[in-house]
């Protein structure tokens, strides 16, 4: 059963630490995106990938976060340094643009952060 | 730029009774068109979508959804509804375009609560 799966599903820091969550998409899929979800402000979008390439990360704080895929199987959101307003849960989702399930986002379960 | 909103936070509904979650989207393209469903501690699944042709969809765990692009609605129903549908369910809006991908914009969310 293919899924899209982060780690980790939670995390406790204190504020300053670096903090990174970790993607891996589903095979096949060339679009990965990175959501924020918090009770104030719903789903935010903060950045997407297409074939590997940052597309759009103007919903991300340029100055502390950072978005990356290394490769297809890998995507990472980086916070550094992290700050308290930063606790939230954060989704990654990835589709493909093609195929039976165009326009479809599968969502993993959520990297849960907390910072102190 | 597209929005979504749902005009109700929270929907309180009996067991066995109907539900209707409303959602209104504002699109300059012909729009592609999702429900999802959270429940608590998990991601985001797909319940149903529209892209094109019968603008009356089915999708898992009973619901359908009507499209009416003359109101810019998608309105989310149940005829009978379970404990376990209570969730939080969020309607989405993304580009039909293949080269937009699959950027979709949520809406708020409903909140909804089952009563025994």
């Known amino acids: 059963d293919a899924r899209v799966t982060q780690t980790p599903r939670h995390k406790v820091t204190e504020m300053g630490q670096e903090v990174t969550m970790r993607c891996q998409p589903i095979?096949?899929?060339?679009?990965v995106f990175w959501y924020r979800q918090t009770m104030m402000q719903g789903l935010e979008l903060l950045a997407y990938?297409?074939?590997?390439?940052?597309?759009?990360d103007s919903g991300m704080p340029k100055d502390r976060f950072s978005a990356e895929m290394p490769d297809a199987t890998l995507a990472t959101l980086k916070i550094q340094p992290s700050e308290p307003r930063d606790s939230a849960v954060y989704f990654c989702?990835?589709?493909?643009?093609?195929?039976?399930?165009?326009?479809?986002?599968?969502f993993g379960e959520g990297s849960r952060l907390t910072v102190l | 730029a597209q929005s979504v909103t749902q005009p109700d936070i929270h929907i309180t509904v009996s067991e066995g009774a109907s539900l209707e979650l409303r959602c209104n989207y504002s699109?300059?393209?012909?729009?592609?068109l999702f429900w999802y469903v959270q429940s608590p501690g998990q991601g985001l699944q797909l319940l149903l979508k529209?892209?094109?042709?019968?603008?009356l969809v089915q999708g898992i765990k009973g619901f359908e959804a009507e499209f009416k692009r003359s109101q810019s609605s998608f309105n989310l129903r149940k005829p009978s509804v379970h404990w376990s549908d209570a969730a939080e369910y969020f309607c989405?809006?993304?580009?039909?375009?293949?080269?937009?991908?699959?950027?979709?914009?949520f809406g708020g969310g409903t909140r909804v609560l089952v009563k025994p």
């Open positions: 989702a990835s589709g493909s643009p093609t195929g039976a399930n165009t326009g479809e986002l599968f």
């Open positions: 095979l096949g899929h060339n679009t």
């Open positions: 990938f297409r074939n590997r390439a940052p597309l759009d």
């Open positions: 699109y300059g393209a012909t729009p592609y």
């Open positions: 529209y892209f094109s042709g019968d603008t």
């Open positions: 989405a809006v993304g580009a039909v375009l293949a080269a937009a991908g699959n950027k979709l914009t």
